[in-house]
């Protein structure tokens, strides 16, 4: 599993229809360990700039992340 950190963050309160459902959610880009950004969803409890981040696998092909 990719590890990181995140860089910003949003919440998702107004989705479109095939997320709808699912809000308010949360949106991160997180910087991974190895190189590089990805923008992904967290799970569990809410992140902030800074936290650092475990994959927690991909639904729906969007990469999920909580706080390690």
Not at 26 to 41: C, K, M, S
């Amino acid at each position: 599993m990719r590890t990181g950190t995140v860089y910003t963050e949003t919440v998702v309160h107004a989705a479109a229809e095939r997320f709808a459902a699912e809000t308010p959610y949360q949106v991160i880009i997180v910087d991974l360990e190895g190189g590089g950004r990805l923008t992904a969803r967290a799970d569990g409890e809410r992140v902030s700039i800074g936290d650092a981040v475990l994959e927690t696998g991909t639904r729906d092909s969007v990469p999920h992340f909580r706080k390690s």
